[in-house]
């Protein structure tokens, strides 16, 4: 998902692929979302740190023709977590060592609401159960830094964010472009132009 490792196996492909882009005027961008995986490296050990709490969106790969699950769990983690070092660390060695020019994020931006103790975000209620935090400041803190460890290595560096209707101004601000439209696939039009809602086929 979007996990900032490429494997050993990949690694020349990818300088292989920036070397072409810049040859022909050209700049690229890699993927990034704040979605992890259970077959990353750390999984095991540090899984219940740095997760959003309850789980979000841990879903699996969905093949687009045979319409099954396939794959691993990619549940979010949260930016509130020590995680967001690593993250940035792994981030910058892409653009270090690929000479990459930037990100394109997918979801990065968006506040989530966590509940997990483990890393500061929820709080006990009067019931004893836990309540949830958004880790708004977190999450701009988070995109803050990128922005800096981008156009600190390169000035032209872009920070292209896709977000489809969520536009928190004190995350977004620190992308460079803004990219929608994903949420109308879960809009259709009848004969008369009326809008209705259906689910997604995914």
């Given at each position: 998902m979007g996990y900032p490792m490429v494997?050993?196996?990949?690694?020349?492909?990818?300088?292989?692929?920036?070397?072409?882009?810049h040859e022909r005027g050209i700049q690229l961008l890699v993927y990034a979302s704040p979605l992890s995986a259970e077959d990353v490296p750390p999984w095991a050990a540090t899984y219940e740190d740095y997760l959003i709490g309850p789980l979000k969106?841990?879903?699996?790969?969905?093949?687009?023709?045979?319409?099954?699950k396939e794959g691993h769990v990619a549940p979010a983690c949260c930016w509130q977590s020590h995680y967001m070092n690593l993250w940035l660390a792994r981030q910058a060695r892409l653009m270090d060592e690929y000479d990459i020019d930037g990100f394109y994020l997918d979801g990065s931006e968006w506040p989530?609401?966590?509940?997990?103790?483990?890393?500061?975000c929820g709080y006990v209620r009067r019931d004893g159960e836990i309540g949830q935090t958004c880790n708004i400041f977190a999450t701009r803190e988070y995109m803050k830094r990128l922005?800096?460890?981008?156009?600190?290595?390169?000035?032209?560096?872009?920070?292209n964010i896709h977000n489809s209707t969520v536009m928190v101004i004190p995350t977004l601000g620190w992308g460079?472009?803004?990219w929608g439209g994903e949420q109308l696939?879960?809009?259709?039009?009848?004969?008369?132009?009326?809008?209705e809602k259906?689910?997604?086929?995914?």
């Open positions: 494997p050993p196996e990949r690694e020349q492909d990818l300088r292989d692929l920036v070397k072409a882009c969106w841990p879903y699996r790969y969905v093949d687009p023709v045979t319409l099954k989530l609401w966590c509940e997990n103790r483990h890393h500061g922005y800096v460890l981008c156009k600190t290595r390169k000035p032209d560096a872009q920070i460079t472009s803004s696939g879960s809009l259709s039009f009848d004969e008369g132009g009326a809008v259906r689910e997604h086929a995914l």
